[in-house]
T-cell receptor, first 111, second 112 residues
Framework: QKEVEQNSGPLSVPEGAIASLNCTYSDRGSQSFFWYRQYSGKSPELIMFIYSNGDKEDGRFTAQLNKASQYVSLLIRDSQPSDSATYLCAVNNQAGTALIFGKGTTLSVSS | DADVTQTPRNRITKTGKRIMLECSQTKGHDRMYWYRQDPGLGLRLIYY???????NKGEISDGYSVSRQAQAKFSLSLESAIPNQTALYFCATSPENTGELFFGEGSRLTVL
């Protein structure tokens, strides 16, 4: 069974701080990695994807990938209360046919 | 209007009843998926389809069936609902080979 692991949280940070969300995966053949954000009562929406080792930045968000360690992370700089949500890590299976999701980390940003 | 539409949005039913959840999309994507979300368990894949003639089981397909009636329509059926199928069900679509999923608003099913 291929797995994607995340700390469930809650992760609490003050407004303006850096939030760090972590994810590990078991399938070494995975090639594509995604972070989805899900607000309470809403459907997930894609916020970042990364395919290559290293960092990828998009505004306040940075995704980091280390395939050797099978580790993906999401950094949120200058965290805002509007960032409070559950963040889902997802990994493409080796066949590239479907995404496997972690259980999600709940982030709470206090003002 | 939403690009991925799920009906019904909420349904309460009894054990043993047959239930169908419907999904339609206007995004023009070939790939469609059904996921189930339970508190503490995340999103789990039930079935997926890459075109009308292609249906594939996901990790938790037991107790479910699907029908891809057209490129834009993908239905999930519970032949005989049981209480542990109480969950939030999401339909999603994807462009080929991108991995980006576009989710519907979800269908909350309660089986008593």
């Amino acid at each position: 069974q291929k797995e994607v692991e995340q700390n469930s949280g809650p992760l609490s940070v003050p407004e303006g701080a850096i939030a760090s969300l972590n994810c590990t995966y078991s399938d070494r053949g995975s090639q594509s990695f995604f972070w989805y954000r899900q607000y309470s009562g809403k459907s997930p929406e894609l916020i970042m994807f990364i395919y290559s080792n290293g960092d990828k930045e998009d505004g306040r968000f940075t995704a980091q990938l280390n395939k050797a360690s099978q580790y993906v992370s999401l950094l949120i700089r200058d965290s805002q209360p509007s960032d409070s949500a559950t963040y889902l890590c997802a990994v493409n299976n080796q066949a590239g046919t479907a995404l496997i999701f972690g259980k999600g980390t709940t982030l709470s940003v206090s003002s | 209007d939403a690009d991925v539409t799920q009906t019904p949005r909420n349904r309460i039913t009894k054990t043993g009843k047959r239930i169908m959840l419907e999904c339609s999309q206007t995004k023009g994507h070939d790939r469609m998926y059904w996921y189930r979300q339970d508190p503490g368990l995340g999103l789990r894949l039930i079935y997926y389809s890459f075109d009308v003639k292609d249906i594939n089981k996901g990790e938790i397909s037991d107790g479910y069936s699907v029908s891809r009636q057209a490129q834009a329509k993908f239905s999930l059926s519970l032949e005989s609902a049981i209480p542990n199928q109480t969950a939030l069900y999401f339909c999603a679509t994807s462009p080929e080979n991108t991995g980006e999923l576009f989710f519907g608003e979800g269908s909350r099913l309660t089986v008593l």
